[in-house]
């Protein structure tokens, strides 16, 4: 299936993934796509999971289910933090980040 | 040995009735919590005769006297397996003669306040406060170890700063409570160093072992001595500064005339009968200690009893409160206790002032409280506490006339009454050890009966006053307490003390020495009869004699200025040379210390503050540069 590709491409394209999220999580003002980034992020991560698992030891399947893991939790933290921003929303009629600043000195 | 287990319930009890009436008095009926508390009383008051029975009459006497009994212990505190803190009811020939005291008083002015305080605001509060004395006098008395005496010594002072202050809306009567809870808090803190160098040397606190005249009292081994005295003798003489405070002795004597402001059945109780004879009753219980390692300490005690009891009367003779004659009176007659114990030796004869002073210790709390129960009912009817405001109340006040008159009589120390016995025994203990001190207290014998018949002829003859309501005689409830104190004070004198209350426990034989009995009735009529020339009608023989002693009178009229020199001390001395440099070095030194600690900090989160500015993603920046910061360094510098 993947025989033909080299570890590589798959790290690059993790890597670039990762960074856009970073990038993405510095930059945007808008709360729902800050999370899209950090799915981005954990989603870099599965995929190099993925690929260790797969080049490194391709009988075991440890990398798999952490990834599943990783899914899963993922999952629970989009939930939480999608009802966060709904609160957020009623309390300031805006998911602008730069405008939630309340918590400081 | 008979069980006496049940005595513990003598402390309790009054002690569950201050909870009762201090929670739940303001919801109960006023009268209703009056009686509460009365009833209270009269249960415990059964129980302590009932255990005087017991133990003085009931087979408790062994064939040497009377043992000392630990009728219930409790470890309290427990500090270390050597040194703990009990609570426990420890009974003794004194003990329990305090129990017959403290209850027999209190159960008459429970009785008496139900007429008295009737329809004061606070009603219910004042019976509550009773209860709560009553139970700190008793778990005094009943103390198996020097701590517990302290810790109730020390709840005894806070209960007399309640009552003293118990109208806490007049100015005075706070002042009063201030200064009574002060001195005697400052005299208190002697008794604690007092305890803490008696017990370091002696490692217990209990009484059994701290009095048995072979436990490790008598026989530690330290000889360490302090400015040529022993420490022994030295921690007893804190010990009595304890003791001087309680019981207003001078130099701590100025908190007692003030201490008038209170309610008049307060001054019955708490300051005649009951709490300011806890000084004596201290020496009394410590006795052995002071006769035999601390003789020294038991000089100071005979002295400075003598002088106070002097210094005294010659203040009584001029006051015109007739509460505050009543107060210095009451300081005379302690002093008389504190001498009798200061000449005593211990064991056998040796031991008649210890007996003495424990006789006058009972008498003088019956006539002392009635002779403040009948000034309570004279205030009652007249409304003025000065008896130049009064004169020829005895045809509005017979029961209180007489009763009036027998306590002044008692005090004389004219025969029968009881005060004749007491005080004889005390001359007579006196004239055995020291002239000079008995020298003293006969004359103060002859000034005692002087102003308590200056009293007595200026409030009941004297000048027919008219009244703005025509006095009447008090309630029920107020005279039948003072009938049962004049007969209590008529009867107390026959009392077999010697066989009952000594130093050892053992009885010894004593008998009324004409050598000095004679002639102290003799100065007692005489001083009767010098009140009578004075004040049986009014005179200028009193201004005469005033202006014959001119310098000497104003100095006793102003109480020896007592109050201005601790004025002057405090404010001028303590307050300006010690008070103000360390208030200076605590303001500008240790304040100031912190004060830079703090404002530095302030300062420096003032200018850091910025890094919190409540954007996620600044701190999202931070928190990554930092990552990416660190992963540089361990992936290429790290080696």
């Known amino acids: ?105 | 040995m008979t069980n006496f287990g049940y005595t513990i319930l003598i402390p309790i009890l009054p002690f569950l009735m201050f909870l009762l009436l201090g929670l739940a008095g303001n919801k109960l009926k006023a009268k209703l919590s009056g009686l509460l508390g009365t009833a209270g009383l009269a249960v415990i008051t059964l129980l302590s005769y009932f255990t005087a029975y017991k133990y003085f009459f009931a087979g408790e006497k062994a064939a040497d006297g009377f043992h000392k009994i630990q009728a219930f212990n409790t470890v309290w505190l427990n500090i270390s397996d050597k040194l703990h803190i009990d609570l426990g009811v420890l009974l003794d020939p004194i003990s329990v003669m305090m129990l017959v005291v403290i209850t027999t008083v209190s159960l008459m002015v429970h009785i008496y306040s139900l007429g008295y305080m009737k329809g004061e605001k606070g009603f219910e509060r004042f019976f509550a406060f009773l209860s709560l004395f009553s139970f700190s006098m008793l778990g005094l008395v009943v103390a198996t170890n020097i701590f517990q005496m302290y810790i109730f010594w020390e709840l005894v002072g806070v209960s007399s700063f309640l009552l003293i202050g118990f109208y806490y809306t007049k100015p005075s009567a706070v002042r009063a409570s201030k200064k009574a809870f002060i001195v005697t808090r400052f005299a208190d803190f002697g008794f604690l160093i007092g305890i803490l160098i008696l017990s370091f040397n002696t490692k217990t606190f209990d009484f059994i072992s701290l009095t048995d005249p072979t436990g490790p009292t008598f026989t530690q081994s330290t000889s360490a001595a302090f400015m040529g005295l022993s420490v022994m003798t030295w921690s007893m003489i804190f010990v009595y500064l304890g003791g001087v405070g309680k019981s207003a002795m001078f130099p701590f004597h100025i908190w007692l005339p003030d201490a008038m402001e209170g309610p008049t059945p307060v001054s019955a109780l708490i300051h005649a009968a009951t709490m300011v004879v806890a000084g004596v009753y201290l020496v009394a219980r410590m006795f052995p200690i002071y006769a035999i390692t601390a003789p020294v300490a038991l000089h100071v005690v005979a002295y400075v009893g003598a002088f106070s009891s002097l210094f005294a009367a010659v203040i009584a003779c001029t006051q015109t409160d007739i509460k505050r004659v009543l107060a210095y009176s009451t300081m005379s007659q302690i002093g008389y206790m504190m001498l009798a114990l200061g000449v005593s030796g211990y064991g056998g004869h040796e031991g008649l002032g210890f007996m003495a002073s424990m006789f006058h210790l009972f008498t003088h709390a019956f006539f002392k409280a009635l002779l403040f129960l009948g000034a309570g009912a004279i205030i009652h009817a007249v409304h003025s506490n000065d008896m130049t405001d009064m004169g020829g109340l005895r045809k509005y006040l017979p029961i209180t006339h007489w009763t009036f008159l027998i306590a002044c009589l008692t005090i004389a120390g004219i025969p029968p009454l009881s005060g004749f016995f007491s005080k004889d025994e005390i001359l007579a203990a006196a004239f055995e050890h020291n002239k000079i001190l008995f020298a003293v207290e006969y004359a103060v014998a002859g000034l005692t009966a002087f102003y308590m018949f200056r009293l007595y002829f200026s409030i009941f003859w004297g000048k027919d006053t008219h009244y703005h309501h025509t006095p009447h005689e008090a309630p029920a409830t107020m005279t039948v307490p003072l009938i049962i104190l004049a007969a209590g004070s008529v009867l107390a004198g026959f009392i077999p003390f010697h066989s009952l209350v000594t130093s050892d426990g053992k009885p010894f034989d004593s008998e009324i020495e004409l050598m000095v009995a004679i002639p102290s009735v003799l100065i007692g009529l005489l001083g009767i009869g010098a009140a009578y020339v004075m004040y049986r009608s009014a005179n200028e023989l009193p201004n005469k004699v005033a202006g014959f002693f001119k310098y000497g009178y104003k100095w006793a009229y102003n109480k020896f200025y007592m109050d201005e020199v601790y004025l002057f001390v405090t404010k001028k001395i303590i307050f300006r040379y010690i008070s103000a440099p360390i208030a200076w070095f605590d303001r500008h030194v240790i304040d100031a210390t912190m004060n830079l600690i703090a404002s530095t900090a302030q300062n420096v989160s003032f200018r850091i503050r910025d890094f919190q500015s409540g954007q996620i993603q600044k701190y999202a920046f931070v928190f990554v540069s930092g990552a990416i910061g660190l992963a540089i360094i361990f992936i290429y510098f790290w080696k």
């Open chain 1, 1 to 105: 299936m993947s025989a033909g590709i080299p570890v590589q491409f798959f790290l690059i394209l993790a890597t670039v993934m990762f960074f856009a999220g970073i990038y993405g999580f510095l930059t945007r003002r808008n709360l729902i796509t800050i999370l899209m980034s950090v799915e981005l992020i954990l989603n870099s991560v599965n995929i190099n999971f993925m690929a260790f698992n797969r080049y490194l030891y391709p009988n075991k399947l440890e990398g798999m289910f952490f990834s599943i893991f990783v899914i899963a939790v993922a999952a629970c933290e989009a939930a939480v933090a999608i009802a966060i921003i709904i609160n957020i929303y009623r309390r300031f009629t805006t998911i602008n980040v730069e405008d939630v600043n309340e918590m400081k000195f």
